[in-house]
């Protein structure tokens, strides 16, 4: 392809782009292909010879695009939000064209040292503790591994880095019944195996009780186990249920246990005051992730990890090879030390896309109060749904609406039926999901909130009004009532 | 922003990076830029209200640029490259407007089954083995510690996942003492500690000595260690050297050790059938990774990752909550058994780009002869470069030119000086790579090989030409003498 062949078809993709995003509420929000669809569209073999751009542009637009669930429809309810917006389109079109690679500071200056002052600016809207340090990551499982593998290191003073884990074994984590999967998944990397992490119950409210994790530690300690880390979350992804921060952080603090808060989903409402209870006794962790590529307009990839020691994160992951020296390095240290960071030292892979970009388009083109504006909204929109439901005799509301997830399930016509058995209840909602999202118009997923199957509804898109929720409503009652 | 703001801005940008990478050449390649010059520049708090997408790419090009080490352009003979190409900033355009998320099959159809077709595309044009299953992942060392972790788990039959390392120290990794340091990251992190890693020593063309790998073998079955791994290397950093690959697969295959092969840079010659010879053997391989986004004009990130045993890697990172619980879940057993990949489940990230797109655009935008084309051609400004130095006294190859990467240093004037001591040599072709380097017309980047300060010189851009590699080596020459 020629430099003007691109800027020609550079100009037809923007077009392209900018009409998706204005007409995406039409596309059926859930892909409605079957299983090897997609795949069996194509030759087993790449093409001998190249292929006009034009050719492969229709390719994607007939065969690609029908296979794509839309995650940036309005309507899409489901999981979390993985929120776009205009401004961080634009950056990562910047941001592939440069291609730039910045697991240094000297392969890419401007990459590092944004990527610092975003996460200055994401600290200091939140009111993170100051002391924080903060490092772009590629997911919040990543993150948590990351906490999990500092915590080994520190406590073992890096033996483990250096010799194994002979002669410590035995650790343990704790976090809620109600925890991410991911937290599973970091402990079985780092080592600890799943066994060892301890599931805590939780209150009525999805919280963690606080009580029985004092006594799951006090049961491990006289069992000669070693109580490592805690996992607490604001935000669960079930029910966004908010763990007591500031509590459990006091409990970590007692018994010397690295504290680790995963707010993946949630972190994003700390950039509104009126929700700052929810963060309270933040400045008791030791290291905090939240998703700005979930709730906060930033394409995904885009975690923010936040840790208070930054010499342990570093000295868990360092490794300086010869062919990574650069002449920085040196300024690291001695009486005129300039602090360069090498962000590969700070998480698990070498090379590191520049993600700084995006996220300062996306805080710039919203500004503060823009960005308030948008989740406000998002959290009235929900007390609308969550009121509308509480109203209606034939739903049930099955957790608090803490932000913007409602949850709820059908409970059969109340003027006709009979009174439906827990397990008729289960059936009829996992049915009527499995209608609602067949039919393209809007996207829910499930969970089991204590054994009854739950309809989620997550009220953030970025393109989400009103009227959308609305429509929404409307069809979920409708087809409830089928 | 406005759709008609974001299609306006969109078609300035794509106006601005036609034009950058049509003169990515003209650009100080190396940046410029003082540490904390451009982090200085900011604000410490991020604007209260919304600016003018206009202001912000002002303030990029303005700002950011100048500090932006330049990867794309010919002048950048540096570390290895990370190739990027019109094709592949194409789609990722796309990719960042669609957002999808391709954790699950149901999240994105389209990108679970691209990525599925390219991988199958990639295994056929470098016939790698047809039992191999091939997968996504950001970086070679993410893809290299999922080899660990898969031999682990292999090994002790998924007992560490479960219970942790208790009765299963002692484990021994291989490697030659020239390979990348993200095997010894991975170690790490895996839990086997550093100490076990056994850096085997290397031949005179720095590939493993393959009886001191039998050896160090032997030496610690005797010792009861139990060896659980073999990193072979097809291109190292420090100077390309090619392992044997088949001669390691046997000796692993007599010990029952997991055999991963790391050819991240050089891996895409698989193409060349002339170079199918360095991949001999590679069948007996457990795992491998190379990196189209090094070497084959895809954006960073993208790493491919192949494993003869896909049921062992996924039950290494297995999770199902219920909220991750899909219909097609079940379609993947029983009589009428349909494959549904969920990617979430073959490494560590949960959440997915759609990384297949760039990665189609590319394959059919190039076609198999155009790939072959550029790799050839580079190749072969490698070998010119090699001759103009082995003919040229003041100068010395440090290392076998197997393939694009030159590795040399200055002896001084040949008919002037007299005989300069070792450490005089380093000194000297230190301050010659930071000359150059300071200048920003090229970017080497330098290693050490038995000792010497060596200069590397990858010639292997996107955009590379003879005229190039010309100036560059006059350059290098004039710098030399000073």
Redesign the interface.
Known sequence: ?T?K???E???L???W??D???NVAEYPV??Q?K?????NQ?E????????D?N???KD?QEK?????????SPNFY??FP?????????A??????????GML???????T??E???M???K??MNLPKNWHGVIQ?????AT?CAL?SAREKYTNF????????G????RVYASSQT???I??GV?????????LVYIPVKENFSIDENALINAIEKDLKAGKKPLCVVATVGT??STAIDNIRKIGEICQKYGIWYHVDAAYAGSVAILPEFSFMFDGLELADSYVFNP?KWLMV???CSAYFVKDKGTLIR??E??????KT??DS?ASGADA???NNYRDWG????R?FRA?KL??V????????LQTKIRNDINLAKWLENEISQNTDFELLAPVNLNLVCFRYLGNNNLDKKLSEEALNEINAKIL?NLNKEGKIYL????LNGKYTL?MVLGQTNLTHAHVTQAWELIKTESRK
């Not at 410590?168 to 650790?171: E, G, K, L, R």
């Not at 490794?319 to 990574?324: F, G, K, S, T, V």
Request: glycine share 6%; hydrophobic share 45%; net charge negative.
């Open positions: 392809m430099n062949e691109f800027r078809m550079g100009h993709f923007v077009d782009m900018a998706y995003l204005e859930k892909a292909v299983p090897r669809e997609i795949f194509f087993d073999n790449m093409p001998t010879n190249g292929e751009m050719v492969i542009f994607f690609i695009l029908k296979g794509v669930t839309h995650w940036q489901a999981y993985a929120n776009s917006s205009y401004a961080s389109v634009l990562e079109m910047l941001t592939a064209t440069l291609g730039a690679q500071w000297e392969t890419a200056p401007a990459a040292e944004l610092e002052k975003v200055e600016w994401l200091n809207a590629d997911t919040a499982s990543s591994l593998l033996a483990i880095n250096n010799t194994g884990f002979e410590f074994t035995d650790f991410h999967s991911s599973e998944k079985k990397i780092a080592g600890f195996g799943k066994e060892n992804t079930s590529h394409n995904f990839d868990t992951f490794i300086l090879p010869e062919y990574l002449a920085t300024l300039v602090v360069v698990i892979p070498l090379g896309r970009l300062w388009f805080l710039r083109n919203y500004g503060l109060n823009g499995q997923t499930h969970t089991k989620r």
